[in-house]
């Protein structure tokens, strides 16, 4: 019975963001895109986690050529704090997946925009995933943001441990890279795998933001909480076909 409430309320959060969306009161292109797979290579993951380059070249053309900005998760911070929803974009990628390493970030360089991507601590240096000497090189990129997805990928929700895997993820990134992780994303991001706990649990090891994979625009509803922010799956964001 509790899990059908769980689920009752999520499915609520996330039509009540995107009817918002619909009525008008985005305020027009102020979004976070999420990406995990840039690759026409074939990869085991499911389709939503998979966009081939052309794809993911026009979204950045279509960023480009409508004037939408490109910024860190730092200035849209600073965007959303001072209630601006409308004119940026920020470009994000989970998990740490090599291809982001080997195919996005060229072409990201080449459009000098901006990118945050979140690493899960124990997939690094395993098949498909970033090494440190990628992770190194990114670390010292000025477009690049690193922040943290927990230590092993969990449903949060259900987790006993759930605050070690939201702190010591920060705490062992930072030892790797000597700077501060200040950004993080849920895994699997639904609500119906984050708690309110996990989300106050997020808040107090110090992190800045937080996001999750509730696929609507920023607007002053999807962000009264800095740490339950909405992300577009890149995928699916097609609005050049139109």
Known sequence: ????WIKLKSLFIVYFYMSLDKLGFSNNNAFILMFH????DQVAASPECKCNVEHFTKVLEYLKNNNIKVVSMDEALV????IVLHGYAVITFDDGIDNTFKI???LLKTYNFPFTVYITLNYLDKKGHLNFEQLEILSKESLCTLGAHSLTHPVLRTMRNSREEIVQSKQILENVLKKEVLHFAYPYGGPTAVSIKNIIETKNAGYLSAVSTVGTRLNYFSTISRFYLPRINGTDFAPFKN
């Open 1 to 4: 019975m509790k899990s059908f």
């Open 79 to 82: 965007n959303i704090n001072e």
């Open 37 to 40: 797979h840039v690759t026409n």
């Open 104 to 106: 996005a970030y060229p």
